[in-house]
């Protein structure tokens, strides 16, 4: 996890193309006959994109900014109470909903961010995961929301009043579209000068503090921008799955996180969307094989890690000739 | 007193019972090369150290051009006009070498608070930078990652990096230290420039270098400062012989 960073230096290479083709792959699967509107497919990748959304939103901060967050689904869960308890109370329009869920995620960030940026290192890692573990047992506390058990949600939110994303078909674009605008957003950021300072901090923070930066108020506001990117994901799942519970907030799902960032390839952006679909993929297959799926891909996880360096963007660029890697 | 840039006003560090800089008090004036020199553990870098905010001192104060900075941190420090290299070099490896030096450009060139556009094509950022890697000779390697330099020319990136601050003065900790007689050569001529344009705090162990560059020259001995002068009287101050060079001629 340490050492080689594939984006240390220029951001100028062959991934943009990367991302590109894989958009593109994923903006016609659903027109391929076969598949039928509710085909199994088509859900299992939509939530493979609504991960994706989550991982890079991570990557931002764990690949950029070198903040090993082991609390990160706490900002899902957040997104996708916000979803469940306004929908209880007959708030169903999408757009009220991911407001309300940004404005809490990034809120929840700045408050458990200001007080995380404080450590660092394995002390960083363990109160993150202290913040997730508090977002979690508030979960459960919420007896009017379902507590432990969870809450089933009626219906998918509306927009407009209009109940389009009911259809599957319709609800996969628009988790694709936020998934192309998540990429192309933090791509921005990171070759901007903001990301350029989160960058240079992730190499050398004395360096920079000794050419005038305050690395804290730039990994305060990335800590903050990914919190808000990451519950706007918990969103899309509340909708996809019309359940909210506790389980999205739990540690092991924050940990799944790190995971799709790392086994993707890790400050690439391109990455967590390769590794969210390997991730959940693998696991499909699997658990379909057999109920002990997690005593084969543990260890699995841990050769590509430590055999796959930068992932499996890593591998691929190398695969493909690319000079990186 | 306007003359004096950088004022210490006795400053201390201790680290548990090891009393590392005790009663330190020098004025620096505006443009001399005022050179630090003194035996291994003397308590140099430290002070640098405390004079550029990386560690805070236990009591004293630090005044630049007569405002105290003594509460402020290394970055704010920096943007005041205090700029430090490093004993062991401090760059981004993974950059380029024009980016290490445009970093520190767009650090005082309008919020970094921008989202958009590609920093590293900025053609302001990058014009100064390269300004500045021309100085220290450095022109020719502006497109390397900034890990594949020599050590020599890490030194010279590090003071292209320090210069693209815009210091009032500079703070150097060994700029010599680990180099082949030819780079250190370079290095050498390079602070005979900088000379007189530049407030210049140099810790050196390189006596020849630091007699044939320094307007004056202070010693530091166990943390405390035994003498300050111009370099004919350093050479000849019997306290100064006994402590220290004494011993470099014995050795
Ligand atoms: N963080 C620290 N903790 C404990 N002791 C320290 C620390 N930093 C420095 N020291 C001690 O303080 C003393 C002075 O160290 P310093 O690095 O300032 O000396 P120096 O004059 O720069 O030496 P050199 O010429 O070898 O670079 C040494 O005895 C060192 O071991
Ligand atoms: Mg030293």
Avoid at chain 1, 206 to 224: C, D, K, S
Avoid at chain 1, 281 to 302: Q, R, S, V
Avoid at chain 1, 305 to 314: D, I
Wanted: glycine residues 12%.
């Amino acid at each position: 996890m340490s050492g080689a960073h594939p984006t240390a230096g220029p951001l100028r290479d062959r991934r943009p193309r990367l991302a590109g083709l894989i958009l593109a792959g994923l903006a016609t699967l659903p027109l391929l006959g076969a598949l039928g509107a509710d085909s199994y497919v088509l859900l299992l990748v939509t939530r493979v994109m609504i991960f994706a959304v989550a991982a890079i939103s991570l990557d931002l901060i764990l690949g950029y900014g070198a903040m090993v967050s082991f609390g990160h689904a706490a900002f899902m869960g957040i997104g996708a109470y916000a979803v469940g308890i306004l929908a209880t109370h007959g708030i169903e329009d999408l757009l009220a909903q991911a407001g309300v869920a940004i404005l809490v995620s990034a809120g929840f960030a700045a408050l458990t961010g200001a007080v995380s940026l404080r450590t660092k290192g394995v002390h960083f890692i363990m109160i993150t995961l202290a913040f997730g573990q508090m977002a979690f047992f508030l979960a459960v506390s919420l007896a009017a929301y379902g507590g432990d058990d969870g809450l089933t949600i009626a219906r998918r939110s509306t927009v407009l009043g209009a109940e389009w994303l009911g259809n599957a078909t319709i609800f996969y674009y628009l988790v694709l579209a936020v998934l192309a605008a998540t990429l192309l957003a933090c791509r921005a950021l990171v070759a901007a000068r903001f990301g350029r300072v989160l960058r240079g901090t992730r190499e050398n923070p004395v360096r920079m503090q000794a050419i005038g930066f305050e690395p804290f108020r730039y990994q305060l506001t990335a800590y903050v921008i990914s919190g808000a990117i990451c519950g706007l994901s918990g969103v899309l799942i509340a909708n996809q799955t019309n359940f909210i519970s506790p389980a999205y907030m739990a540690w092991q799902r924050s940990g799944e996180l790190i995971v799709m960032v790392v086994l993707g390839g890790m400050g690439t952006l391109i990455g967590p969307l390769i590794g969210a679909l390997a991730y959940l993929l693998i696991e499909e297959w699997l658990a379909g094989i057999t109920e002990h799926w997690k005593m084969i891909f543990g260890p699995l996880l841990i050769l590509v890690v430590l055999h796959a360096r930068g992932g499996l963007v890593g591998a691929i660029t190398r695969i493909t000739g690319g000079r990186h890697g | 007193m306007a003359e004096d840039i950088l004022i210490l006003d006795r400053l201390r560090k201790a680290y548990g019972g090891l009393v590392v800089t005790e009663d330190v008090s020098l004025a620096i004036r505006r443009d001399e090369l005022h050179a630090v020199i003194g035996p291994n553990g003397a308590g140099k870098t430290t002070l640098i150290h405390q004079i550029s905010g990386l560690t805070p001192s236990d009591s004293g104060r630090v005044l630049l051009d007569g405002a105290d900075i003594t509460a402020l941190s290394l970055a704010a420090r920096t943007r005041r006009g205090l700029a430090r290299s490093f004993q062991i070099t401090s760059i981004l490896p993974g950059f380029p070498v024009l980016e290490n030096v445009a970093l520190a450009v767009q650090a005082r060139a309008g919020s970094s608070f921008r989202f958009l556009g590609t920093a590293a094509d900025e053609p302001a950022l990058n014009a100064e930078a390269r300004a500045m890697l021309d100085i220290v000779g450095l022109g020719a390697r502006a497109d390397l990652p900034a890990g594949l330099l020599s050590h020599g020319e890490k030194r010279q990136l590090e003071l292209a990096i320090s210069l693209a601050t815009r210091p009032r003065i500079l703070l150097l900790d060994e700029p010599l230290a680990g180099m082949g007689h030819e780079e250190g050569q370079a290095i050498v001529a390079l602070l005979r420039r900088l000379r007189g344009r530049y407030t210049i705090l140099l810790v050196e162990h390189d006596m020849d270098a630091v007699f044939s560059l320094a307007d004056r020259i202070s010693v530091l001995v166990s943390g405390r400062v035994i003498a300050t002068g111009a370099p004919a009287e350093i050479r000849a101050n019997p306290a100064v012989r006994a402590a220290y060079l004494g011993e470099e001629e014995a050795a």
